[in-house]
């Protein structure tokens, strides 16, 4: 399988990098008791350090919401995920216990304030392409809404977009049965290559120390716009 990067988007964001992460043989059930106390307590601790600051001064929502703008679309209005779920617990709404890849998932993006995303590997189809939505792009997601995706950033296979770091699908969603996984991190553009690899090496050692399997990572930019997976 090959995920690559359309060029004409490094035509308006020259830095934009993407982490690529492949799992195999991992279990996906609920977290061990330990590990769900230890996300539960960041969390407590994030609303607290949250409550004299403006969610949009956190570098990876600020930097990511620039990206919005470039692509053609309102961050006011429609929030990249990292954002919506830092605003959640502000808020003292934290995310619900789902299984251990979407909770692992949402809290990586809690913690590094940039959009996450976890894809069931079985539900793809084909060659993947991180590209900008058109007006036709559109699925279900995991908000419950038939979601539009022109002018996001957006992953597809051969069926269609499945994920963006907005909201995700349904399609390709990650569940207690889940043996294999691609993990897609939208990082910082102002990130190195070498901060992106060790961002992107933790994630996957903290991520299968949790579900087991193994990993291979690779980080997408300008100079390297393919990989197989």
């Known amino acids: 399988m090959n995920i690559q990067v359309d060029q004409t988007l490094f035509e308006k964001v020259p830095d934009l990098k993407f982490g690529i992460l492949h799992y195999n043989r991992i279990s996906t059930a609920d977290a061990p008791g330990m590990l769900k106390g230890r996300i539960g307590y960041f969390y407590q601790e994030m609303q607290i350090d949250l409550e004299d600051k403006n969610v ?3 570098p990876g929502v600020a930097e990511w919401r620039s990206v919005w703008k470039v692509f053609g679309k309102d961050p006011g209005r429609y929030r990249p995920s990292a954002e919506a779920l830092i605003r959640r617990v502000k808020k003292g709404q934290m995310p ?4 251990l890849g ?8 809690i913690r590094e304030g940039i959009p996450y995303g976890l894809y069931d590997l079985s539900a793809i189809c084909g060659n993947i392409m991180i590209r900008k939505g058109s ?4 699925y279900e997601g995991l908000n419950g ?4 995706l022109e002018n996001f950033l957006l992953t597809s296979d051969e069926q269609g977009p499945f994920g963006s770091p907005f909201v995700d699908s349904k399609r390709t969603a990650v569940t207690g049965q889940t ?3 691609l993990h897609v991190l939208y990082l910082q ?3 190195t290559v070498e901060e992106a ?7 996957g050692i903290f991520f299968t120390s949790a579900a087991g399997g193994t990993f291979t990572g690779e980080i997408l930019h300008a100079g390297n716009r393919s990989a197989e997976i």
Do not use: H, Q
């Not at 619900?96 to 299984?99: A, E, T, Y």
């Not at 007006?135 to 559109?138: M, R, S």
């Open 56 to 58: 949009t001064d956190i």
């Open 96 to 99: 619900g216990v789902i299984n």
């Open 102 to 109: 979407v909770d692992l998932n949402n809290f990586f993006s």
């Open 135 to 138: 007006a036709e792009d559109e």
């Open 145 to 148: 809404r038939l979601n539009n």
């Open 179 to 181: 043996t294999g996984a």
């Open 189 to 191: 553009p102002s990130m």
């Open 197 to 203: 690899e060790g961002l992107l090496e933790e994630t």
